[in-house]
C-alpha cells in the first residue's frame, strides 16, 4: 500500500496557553529536543530525520489543532492534491508557496469539508538521525487519530485528495495508510471532530515501558495501558499532558504492502473484559474519553 503522493506523516501544531511549561514538559518528561524557536511558538523534535514533531503555539484558552503535516512524494504531488481538494468540495486555504516554519521547503494548506487543516509539505529540511538511537526518546511521529462525526466523508477526502487507503477498518476506527507503517492516520467515529490523540514512535517495547514508569514519576498516569492494539499490532501507554492533549508512547507498529487485506469489524473483536491482545490492561480511562473529545481544529488562524 502506498499512496501516490504522500510519503509520511511528518508533524503535528497545537495551540497551548503556556510555552515554558510546555517546553518543561516534552523538554524534561516527554524527552522531546527544541529544534527551533519563533515567536510564540516551538518547535520540537526527536531522534529521527524530522525537523521537528510539534509544532506549539502560545494561545490563551484550551488547547487547539492547527494543522497535521504531512510530507509529500514529490513537489508534483503538492500540485495533484491542490486539484483534487476541490474537486472532493474541500478549501486550499493557502496556494503552494515557500514554508513559513523553519523546516524549510513548500507547502500547500488545504481544508476538508468539515474543516480539518492538513498541511503538506516537500523539499523541507531532514536532519541526521541521533547515533546511537537514545533508549527512551521518541523518534517520530507514528500517527495522528482525528475524530470524525462523518467517517465515510472524512476517509473520501483522505482517498480522494491525499492518495491514503483503508488499512483495517473496527467498529469505531478507520485506519488510513499512506505508505508502509500500517496507519499514519486513523478516524475515530463520534459525535466530534476533535484530535483524538497524537502517538509518537519510540524505538522498542521497553523504551514505552519505561517512559510510562517516568511519566509515572512525574505525576502523570497512565490513562490506557499498557497493552497491544490489534490493527497495527502496536504496543501501547496513553497519557494527558499536562494542557488536556492526549498522547500516546508506541512501538513496533505493523509493516505492511500491497499484499496487506484490510480487514473488518468482526476481525477485531475481543472476548468479554478484553480492550487489546494481552488481555492485561484496563479500559480506557474516563478522563482519556473525556479529552479525547475536547482538542478541535482552529477555525481561524
Not at 141 to 169: C, I, K, P, W, Y
Not at 205 to 225: F, N, P, S, T
Amino acid at each position: 500500500m502506498k499512496s501516490p503522493w504522500i510519503q509520511s506523516l511528518r508533524s503535528v501544531a497545537l495551540t497551548v496557553p503556556d510555552l515554558s511549561a510546555a517546553e518543561t514538559f516534552y523538554t524534561q518528561v516527554w524527552q522531546l529536543e527544541v529544534a527551533a524557536r519563533g515567536d510564540g511558538v516551538l518547535y520540537l523534535r526527536g531522534s529521527g530525520t524530522d525537523h521537528h514533531l510539534l509544532a506549539l503555539h502560545q494561545q490563551a484558552g484550551e488547547p487547539q489543532l492547527r494543522q497535521v503535516t504531512l510530507r509529500a512524494r514529490s513537489a508534483e504531488s503538492l500540485q495533484a492534491i491542490a486539484a483534487a481538494t476541490l474537486q472532493a468540495g474541500g478549501q486550499v486555504e493557502h496556494d503552494e508557496a515557500p514554508a513559513t516554519d523553519p523546516a524549510g521547503g513548500r507547502r500547500l494548506i488545504v481544508r476538508d469539508g468539515h474543516g480539518r487543516r492538513y498541511e503538506v509539505v516537500h523539499g523541507d529540511t531532514l536532519r541526521t538521525p541521533t547515533d546511537p538511537t537514545p533508549a527512551d526518546q521518541p523518534q517520530r511521529l507514528a500517527h495522528a487519530v482525528l475524530n470524525s462525526h462523518d467517517v465515510a466523508a472524512t476517509q473520501a477526502f483522505l482517498e480522494q485528495v491525499l492518495g491514503f487507503v483503508l488499512a483495517d477498518r473496527t467498529r469505531i476506527m478507520a485506519f488510513m495508510n499512506c505508505d508502509a507503517d500500517h496507519h499514519s492516520i486513523a478516524l475515530g467515529d463520534s459525535d466530534n471532530d476533535a484530535l483524538n490523540h497524537v502517538a509518537f514512535l519510540m524505538p522498542s517495547l521497553d523504551a514505552v515501558m519505561r517512559g510510562g514508569g517516568r511519566m509515572k514519576d512525574a505525576g502523570h498516569a497512565i490513562e490506557w495501558g499498557p497493552g497491544r492494539h490489534g490493527p497495527g499490532d502496536n504496543a501501547f501507554n496513553y497519557f494527558i499532558d499536562p494542557f488536556g492533549i492526549v498522547i500516546e508512547y508506541t512501538a513496533e507498529v505493523e509493516q505492511i504492502d500491497h499484499t496487506y487485506r484490510p480487514g473488518q469489524p468482526s476481525d477485531w473483536t475481543w472476548p468479554p473484559g478484553r480492550v487489546d491482545q494481552w488481555g492485561i490492561s484496563a479500559p480506557p480511562s474516563a478522563r482519556l474519553k473525556t479529552a479525547q473529545r475536547a482538542v478541535v481544529f482552529a477555525s481561524h488562524l
